[in-house]
């Protein structure tokens, strides 16, 4: 698939305003009595189509707008946005912001990031690349994706519909320490959802494709044909009793266990010490063959930035070496709160790598032997302050290394410490469609609840 240029590429004129108005509105700030300030401007835009069963549901195009400010009156904070860019909308802003500051207690880890740790060099990514896809073929290429999947097995009876979803990004944030800084990204996704019936009753799944830049998408048909292949293959799903078993979970799935570790070690859960791993920098987690890492400056990554939310320079740093945690995820706030330095990760972590090992996915089914493979998860039964875990689960049952049948309806539990402590795998499979980048991960154990 190609992606259709734009003739007339108008975001760095729009980024010139953003600057413009972020330097302004400091100078503002400053002009009222604040000691410290800071400020994002932003514009967003997009197209979103949705098609069912071949006729049109929704055609949306998007452009918002925003301006968020933040002052400081020594040690007492402010905040303030607006969804406007007229100068009167903004002043009124800053007047809100400095009102909301004059009248809230001090918070000594309140103030602008270190100046020693604001990027000082911020390279072109690779992040931009506009997709001036019209409405018209938008729909078509919704209506294709749909066809090829419906049209895949005559067991596909229905559609949740299919989806194209384009979209551009433009933000410049400056502060009072004299740090100003733009970037720009493009995030367009297609995807798509059917529903397949027999004698046994009717399943539903779906796939898609996420990408920087349309030119890297699959082939729409393919992603069509690979929802109805997932949806035909969960027919005949059946529940399993309540055993202990091995656990695989596909990439999308597993990267949602990467993400409660993160969440884990993020400064927020920790200075609240709502966190399980409260305390644990240097200690063993994982075992030690796993590694995880950030890399937040790989060309085209979907998670990709040279600063972060607060200015502070993004870098490759180790998250896990050896199973031991590395270091924490800090903003400036909890940095200040926990007697520690920022870590860039202000707004959250760029490009996880969770290194994969030498089995690809059939190989990791091998390796299980017999247990449940899962490939979607529901509920949000997972608490960061124990580490207890338990959530709805759908899948496939494995015999002999081999998929047996679907199953569904069975609930999965364990505690995040033990199954941290106790993964067997990562595979090569890696899911490069979000910025935590995983492949299959498989677990010693879990208990499985289905009916008795």
Known sequence: MNAIVIDKDTSS??????????????????AKGASEADVAASIDTGLNVNVRLGE??????????????TVYFGKRKGSASTA?????????????????????EEDPANGLADPALL?????????????DISPEEAIRLAVEMEDAGRAFDPRISNSDGAAVQVGASMTAYANSLGFLGTERGTHHSLSASLIAEDANGMQRDYWYDSVRAASDFAAAESIGRKAAERTVARLGARRLGTRDCPVLFTPEVARGLIGHFLSAISGGALYRRASFLVDHAGKQVFPRWMQIVERPRIPRGLGSTAFDSEGVATRDADLVTDGVVARYILGSYSARKLGLASTGNAGGVHNVIVQPGQDDFAALLKRMHTGLLVTELMGQG?????GDY?????????????????????TIAANLRDMFANLVAVGRDVDRRSHILTGSILLERMTVAGED
């Open 13 to 30: 004129a729009d980024l010139a305003r953003l600057s413009d108005i972020a330097e302004d509105v400091i100078r503002r700030c400053r």
């Open 56 to 69: 049109v549901e929704t055609v949306e195009r998007t452009r918002d707008r925003g301006v968020s400010v």
């Open 84 to 104: 406007d860019l007229d100068p009167a909308s903004i002043e009124q802003t800053v007047e809100h912001a400095c009102a909301i500051a004059r009248y809230t």
């Open 119 to 131: 990027a000082t060099d911020i390279p072109d990514l690779d992040l931009w690349h506009p997709w």
């Open 382 to 386: 997972v608490s960061l302050i124990t």
């Open 390 to 410: 338990s959530r709805g689960a759908s899948g496939f049952w494995v015999e002999n290394g081999e998929i047996a049948y679907p199953v569904e309806e069975i």
